[in-house]
């Protein structure tokens, strides 16, 4: 923690990010419940085993293609949960709003999350409104928390990760991150992307009916699918090898990423997930991605192994290049 002041870079998901949280959030909050660093904390209360999380949305435009910030707060909070293996029981919205939002865009937006929380089977039990001074706020800014149910069926975790398991992705990558940054108007091309915002319990509840075969979930968000596969090569002191091809992205994403010179392996998700399975259940769990309307063009992309030191290796037609996550942040502001 070299730096005097906070930079975008350290909002962006990447290796700023994980050294701004683990050198000042973590050194002053430590606690075993924060420490381990996953989606979602794991609190036990009378016998039940709880997941709760909490995230802040200040997405830039508002409205993107394919969703909104409303829709996007209860997806991102519920999939936090629903990776973790957790049932969502409830969420919570705090918002920020800036003096002079016109009120009916405000109830739209308000509209959108309720829409999305009926979409997902959970409810916004309570929250909060604070009006701030013209200028300081951008609009509109939404953090919300969500506590859910373990599904006992299966415990996940970094440490159940073992050489030789699979690495499993449900579907299409970068579609959200490039769907904000196209929004924005400030670039010349015209490129039909949507944002893949979606609730992910269902498709999460699926998996786990594998049990112990289900090893570890995490949803590619900030930094991307890049990010989280260092992160669980860290965690698990393992080799992430996977095959660049077999990952699964659009066609008019890819144009995208040429064209911006941008790698998807590091732009945001919101509406896939990544799964660890062992080897004897890759097929097995494949089929039951697929069969989920969100699973469609889901595909087994790699496996991890031991190793002299936890890398992230793509197979690619010219040789295998390291996979790092990245130190700045292309993409501000798309969550």
Known sequence: MSDAVVTLADGAGGKASRR?????FVEELRNPLLEPLEDAAVV??????????TDSYVVRPLRFPGGDIGELAVNGTVNDLAVSGA???????GFVIEEGFPRDELRALVASMAAAARAAGVAVAAGDTKVVERGAADGLYVTTAGIGLLDLRAVLGVDRVRAGDRLLLSGGI??????VMLARGNLALEVDVESDT???NGLAAELCSLGPELRWMRDPTRGGLATTLNELAAGAGLTVAFDEEAVPVREQVRAACEVLGIDPLTVANEGKLVAVVSA?????????????????????IGRLREDTEPLVLA????????????VGDPLPRIC
């Open 87 to 93: 049932a969502p029981l409830a969420l919570t919205a």
């Open 198 to 200: 979606a609730p992910l």
């Open 20 to 24: 701004l949280v683990e050198g000042l």
């Open 174 to 179: 970068a579609e959200h991150g490039i769907a």
């Open 44 to 53: 036990a209360a009378n016998g039940a085993r709880i997941a709760l999380t």
């Open 315 to 326: 197979q690619t037609p010219f040789g295998t290049r390291i996979v790092d996550m990245l």
């Open 280 to 300: 004897a259940a890759a097929d097995e769990a494949l089929a039951v991605v697929r069969a989920h309307p969100l699973g469609r063009d889901a595909a087994l």
